[in-house]
């Protein structure tokens, strides 16, 4: 029976590689970040992801969409430079 492969095992591997492999594609020259919304209550820490190439910089906000429809969803962004007047993605 020990010469069996640990089947729940090998599959907790698999998921943890695919979680860090979408990782990966979430954070490729960037970062993540946790922020907290106040506005609610109890506030909520909500992860943020943020990934660049040369032509644009991508922020992926991570809603527990079982608290907020992806539809009841509104982002709005301040401060930001357009593209000619910065020439690159940061």
């Known amino acids: 029976i020990s010469s069996l492969p640990n ?3 090998d599959g907790e591997d698999r998921q943890k590689q695919q ?3 979408r990782l990966e594609q ?3 020259n960037g970062g993540k970040h946790t922020t907290t919304i106040s506005k609610i ?3 909520l820490n909500l992860p943020v992801y943020w990934s660049q190439d040369r032509y644009a910089v991508t922020l992926r906000l991570g809603f527990p969409t079982n608290q907020f429809p992806s539809r009841t969803i509104r982002v709005k ?3 930001a430079l357009k593209y000619e007047d ?3 993605a940061v």
């Open 7 to 9: 089947t729940k095992a």
């Open 26 to 28: 979430l954070t490729r």
């Open 41 to 43: 209550q109890p506030s």
């Open 77 to 79: 962004v301040v401060g």
């Open 19 to 21: 979680i860090q492999k």
């Open 86 to 88: 910065r020439h690159s």
